[in-house]
């Protein structure tokens, strides 16, 4: 099929790219120049495994273009998918960008001479692609939705850092069709998948995104909430505690046979320094924001955005436990990314930390294997240092925070990063600080770890190897 996708940001490169892969002829298309230029280089406008080889792939066989000319785009083309940007505003979303984006495809579609199929993949709340989105589309066409031309909307579940693995590998595929015409479409251009599709309408689809989103955020959430508890009750470990919750097998999945393979989501029934990014935020807060708007109440949300906005300063408590006084302490902090394997620093709560604690009179000293200062000065409460590696963020310091779980702090040499520190203290936000390789003498805080007992390893030697 012929498709082209409206808006090269990060949802609207990995989609493009991913199609073309699928052996559809792709267009992405943006008002950006810099962005059309690099997509056609093969430069991925942001950092991502792995995208750059499948765009240079896709486009040396001619599957793939970009271009900013939506007209020339469009023409002949099957499908547009927008995917532009939905920043949040005052409590909900701005759509300005999705209005444009309809209005401008509107606008083409009496030219295009054929069937036209336009999807919305951009996260948007319950009834925007039948309403919002419809009524910019028919009023700039003059035509009908259905039929003269098919509608729908297709969630994304791309995480960041893993996004081309997703695409490439969905777990499903969520069709909010307004009829068979569109879904059967949609049908034809996922047809390379072997995964389940689920049909429904445009708004059962949107809802489904924010479902997916906030109750991985709840899950976070929930995790750290019990490891709140767990820290203040001397022996509880959150991770213990977990692992034991993990193990009913109304979490497995069905057809495991007995075997104790846990759903990858169980993952995030765990304790850290709470979540970030572009996506659970936002979305939290946008779904909270429309529901008052249509006067429901979610206190299960409120809660969980609560719960995360409390989370960093808890975090630097426990520190402060151990340490007292933060005013004039120094403190290094590791990973500024929200997450490993991307340089996104939105919402970071590795920088919501490093505010915590200037906030308190700390001196920090940051290291991020990707981030540069530049990308989250603008985001700091204070003066901070970056180091370029760890062992130099940690010298002279009298603590030091793993804020990102990036693979290469799992294997820090931490003998010479702890003789580089005044007093060695560690605290693991992301629980992936091996207590077998410290050194003697260091003194490891654990996130949900009773403060008084810290041989967690101990607690763990009592569950069977091989059980996640
Ligand atoms: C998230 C969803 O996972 C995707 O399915 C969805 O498509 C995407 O949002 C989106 O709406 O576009 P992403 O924001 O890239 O993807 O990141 P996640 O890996 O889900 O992590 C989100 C946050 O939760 C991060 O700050 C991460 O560190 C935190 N997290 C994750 C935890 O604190 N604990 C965990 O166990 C897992």
């Known amino acids: 099929m012929k498709v082209a996708v409206v808006g090269a940001g990060y949802v609207g490169v990995v989609t493009g ?11 992405c298309v943006d008002l950006d120049p810099d962005k059309v230029k690099a ?13 750059d080889e499948v765009l240079a792939r896709e486009l040396a066989a001619g599957r793939l273009s970009a271009f900013t000319d939506l007209a020339a785009s469009l023409a002949g083309s099957d499908i547009s998918i927008i995917a532009v940007g939905t920043p949040s505003r005052a409590g909900g979303i701005d759509l300005a960008d999705v209005r444009g984006a309809a209005r401008a495809i509107g606008a083409l579609l009496p030219s295009l001479g054929r069937y036209h199929v336009v999807v919305v993949k951009s996260t948007v709340v319950p009834s925007t692609t039948d309403t919002v989105v419809r009524q910019e589309l028919e009023s700039a066409s003059g035509m009908d939705a259905g039929p003269d031309f098919g509608l729908a909307m297709n969630p994304e579940f791309l995480s960041e850092g893993r996004a081309v693995e997703d695409f490439t590998k969905p ?3 969520v069709v909010g069709a307004l009829d068979e015409r569109t879904a059967d479409a949609m049908e034809e251009l996922y047809a390379g998948f072997d995964c389940p599709i689920l049909r429904t309408s445009p708004r059962n689809a949107e809802m489904i995104k924010y479902a997916a989103n906030t109750l991985f955020a709840t899950l976070i959430s929930f995790s750290n909430e019990i490891a709140g508890l767990c820290e203040a009750i001397p022996g509880l470990d959150e991770e213990v505690v977990m692992r034991g919750l993990r193990l009913d097998r109304r979490w497995w999945t069905p057809g495991d046979r007995g075997e104790r393979v846990h759903p990858g989501a ?3 029934l765990r304790a850290g320094i709470g979540f970030g990014g572009s996506c659970f935020p936002k979305d939290l807060a946008a779904i909270c924001g ?27 408590d426990l520190l402060a436990k151990r340490l007292g006084p933060l005013r004039d302490k120094r403190v290094a902090v590791l990973g500024l990314a929200f997450k490993p394997e991307t340089d996104d620093v939105r919402e970071s709560p590795g920088v919501k930390i490093v505010n915590v604690l200037l906030g308190r009179g700390a001196n920090v ?4 294997p990707i981030v540069r200062m530049e990308a989250v000065r603008a985001g700091l409460d204070g003066h901070v240092t970056q180091a370029k590696d760890p062992v130099e963020a940690a010298s002279g310091a009298d603590a030091l925070v793993v804020a990102t779980g990036w693979d290469p702090y799992r294997r820090l040499d931490w003998s010479r990063v702890a003789s ?9 936000g992301r629980q992936i600080v091996d207590a077998a390789r410290l050194p003697a003498g260091v003194t490891l805080i654990n996130i949900g770890f009773g403060f008084e007992n810290e041989a967690r390893g101990a607690a763990q030697a009592a569950v069977s190897p091989g059980i996640a």
């Open 420 to 428: 580089a520190m005044r007093t060695p203290i560690i605290l693991d």
């Open 266 to 268: 169980l993952a995030y």
């Open 171 to 173: 777990d499903r595929i």
């Open 365 to 368: 000293a940051v290291h991020d």
């Open 290 to 316: 429309f529901a008052e708007s249509r006067g429901v109440a979610m206190p299960v949300l409120g809660a969980v955005i609560e719960v995360n906005g409390m989370r960093a300063s808890r975090v630097v």
């Open 17 to 27: 790219a991913g199609l073309a892969a699928l052996g559809h002829t792709v267009v």
């Open 39 to 51: 997509i056609a280089a093969a430069r991925a406008p942001f950092f991502e495994p792995g995208l």
